[in-house]
């Protein structure tokens, strides 16, 4: 395992508990170990479009925690990537929370979709945060999984164009803690959540 993370994402990552995903959410999840699998075994590039309706939230996790943790097992050839059925702007409690689980991130642009730098390791590329449209040509256009990461998204796009194989794996929204005293811990709960899963997924990958 490569343990080039900033030393509190690697804090956080040995802490988390696979072993506690219900036999159904493995279920759910083991397409997405099957479409790493084969293209690790063809020596392919891995592309992962994280999809959710406004690209604020579960999609921008899911994006920033496996881009690490691929990196974390040393899985080699992995894109990871996120879009929205619309582009609104990365939610800050977002970046906040990343910020916590020990991400550098740096906003590069003051705009109403502001850019982010998010960095997990020291030489590694920053991964780019924004929102945008999951056809947006920053993402990929073909070759790609299409990981549907909340259900209005998987019911409101049937069709994605270019994608190799489309995966629901959705999760609940943490946006419904929004102004509350809950929101912090709700934002982590579900970072962490999505951290554990694809911490599950890369750790079924044989190379």
Not at 149 to 167: L, M, N, V, W, Y
Not at 168 to 186: G, L, S
Request: aromatic residues 12%.
């Amino acid at each position: 395992m490569e343990t080039t993370h900033f030393s509190n994402i690697n804090t956080i990552v040995a802490k988390l508990q696979p072993q506690e995903i219900s036999e159904e959410r493995k279920a759910v999840l083991q397409p997405l170990v099957d479409f790493i699998q084969v293209k690790v075994s063809n020596n392919a590039t891995i592309r992962l479009n994280f999809i959710c309706t406004h690209n604020s939230r579960r999609s921008h996790l899911s994006q920033v925690w496996a881009q690490a943790i691929a990196h974390y097992f040393g899985i080699k050839d992995v894109f990871c990537y996120s879009g929205g059925t619309e582009a609104t702007a990365l939610f800050p409690k977002v970046a906040e929370t990343l910020t916590n689980s020990g991400f550098s991130i740096e906003k590069l642009s003051n705009t109403d979709n502001p850019v982010y730098s998010i960095k997990y390791t020291t030489n590694e590329a920053p991964i780019i945060g924004f929102s945008k449209r999951f056809d947006d040509t920053f993402n990929p256009q073909s070759e790609f999984a299409a990981i549907m990461t909340c259900s209005s998204a998987d019911q409101g796009c049937p069709f994605i164009a270019g994608a190799e194989k489309r995966i629901p794996i959705t999760f609940d929204d943490p946006k419904a803690f929004d102004n509350t005293p809950q929101q912090t811990e709700k934002y982590q709960e579900r970072s962490i959540q999505i951290a554990t899963e694809l911490f599950y997924v890369f750790s079924e990958i044989k190379k």
